[in-house]
T-cell receptor, first 113, second 115 residues
Framework: AQKVTQAQTEISVVEKEDVTLDCVYE???????LFWYKQPPSGELVFLIRRNSFDEQNEISGRYSWNFQKSTSSFNFTITASQVVDSAVYFC??????????FGSGTRLQVQP | KAGVTQTPRYLIKTRGQQVTLSCSPISGHRSVSWYQQTPGQGLQFLFEYFSETQRNKGNFPGRFSGRQFSNSRSEMNVSTLELGDSALYLC??????????????FGEGSRLTVL
C-alpha cells in the first residue's frame, strides 16, 4: 500500500522568506505519480504539479520549485520569496496511475506580512 | 471555462437521515472522483466514475454510494448518516486517459454536518 508522509504540520514564515515543504512517500510500484495541491480557505484543491516516477528532473515554475529524488523517496516543494497569498494548506499525493490519490496529512503554511 | 461545480455547498442533517451530493465536472471531462476530508482521517478516496461505471472504490462502507449520468454529472449518496460522516466532500474531474492519472481538478466541496 502507498503512504505519503508530510512531517511538518504547520510552518510559519515572514513574507519574502524561502520555505520548503517536505514530502516522503512509500510505494512498491515502479510506475507512479506524485502531486502537490494547494488548499486555500475556500476549500477547493488547486493542482500545482504532477511528476511521474521516471522523470526525476527538478522543475521550477515562477517562485515554485520541486525536488524529486527517488533515492530518498522524497518530493519536496520550495516557495521562494513567500507572499501572504501563499498561506494555505499544501498536500502531497501519490497515485499508481488511476484517479485514486493517496494524500499526505498536509502542511499548513502561514506567511506573515 | 467553468470549473467543477458542487451542490449544495453546505448542509446539515441528523443521524439516520440520508444525503445526496451533486457534482458537475468541467466540460469535456469524463472522469469524476469523490474524496472525503475530515480533520482526523484527512483526505480519503471514495470512488471514481467514468462512462457511468464505477471504476475504482475506496475503503468505505456500503452506505456510501454514487452514480454518474450520461452527461458525466455525478451524485454521491450517504445513507443512515452517522456523526462521523461530518466532512467536506470533494469532487474532482479529469480528462480520463488510461494508464495516466492526469490532473485532477477539484470543486470547492460540500460541507456536511451531521447532528
Amino acid at each position: 500500500a502507498q503512504k505519503v508522509t508530510q512531517a511538518q504540520t504547520e510552518i510559519s514564515v515572514v513574507e519574502k522568506e524561502d520555505v520548503t515543504l517536505d514530502c516522503v512517500y512509500e510505494t512498491r510500484d515502479t510506475t507512479y505519480y506524485l502531486f502537490w495541491y494547494k488548499q486555500p480557505p475556500s476549500g477547493e484543491l488547486v493542482f500545482l504539479i504532477r511528476r511521474n516516477s521516471f522523470d526525476e528532473q527538478n522543475e521550477i515554475s515562477g517562485r515554485y520549485s520541486w525536488n524529486f529524488q527517488k533515492s530518498t523517496s522524497s518530493f519536496n516543494f520550495t516557495i521562494t520569496a513567500s507572499q501572504v497569498v501563499d498561506s494555505a494548506v499544501y498536500f502531497c499525493a501519490h497515485s499508481t496511475g488511476r484517479r485514486a490519490l493517496t494524500f499526505g496529512s498536509g502542511t499548513r503554511l502561514q506567511v506573515q506580512p | 471555462k467553468a470549473g467543477v461545480t458542487q451542490t449544495p455547498r453546505y448542509l446539515i442533517k441528523t443521524r439516520g437521515q440520508q444525503v445526496t451530493l451533486s457534482c458537475s465536472p468541467i466540460s469535456g471531462h469524463r472522469s469524476v472522483s469523490w474524496y472525503q476530508q475530515t480533520p482526523g482521517q484527512g483526505l480519503q478516496f471514495l470512488f471514481e466514475y467514468f462512462s457511468e461505471t464505477q471504476r475504482n472504490k475506496g475503503n468505505f462502507p456500503g452506505r456510501f454510494s454514487g452514480r454518474q449520468f450520461s452527461n458525466s454529472r455525478s451524485e454521491m449518496n450517504v445513507s443512515t448518516l452517522e456523526l462521523g460522516d461530518s466532512a467536506l466532500y470533494l469532487c474532482a474531474s479529469s480528462y480520463y486517459r488510461d494508464r495516466d492519472t492526469g490532473e485532477l481538478f477539484f470543486g470547492e466541496g460540500s460541507r456536511l454536518t451531521v447532528l
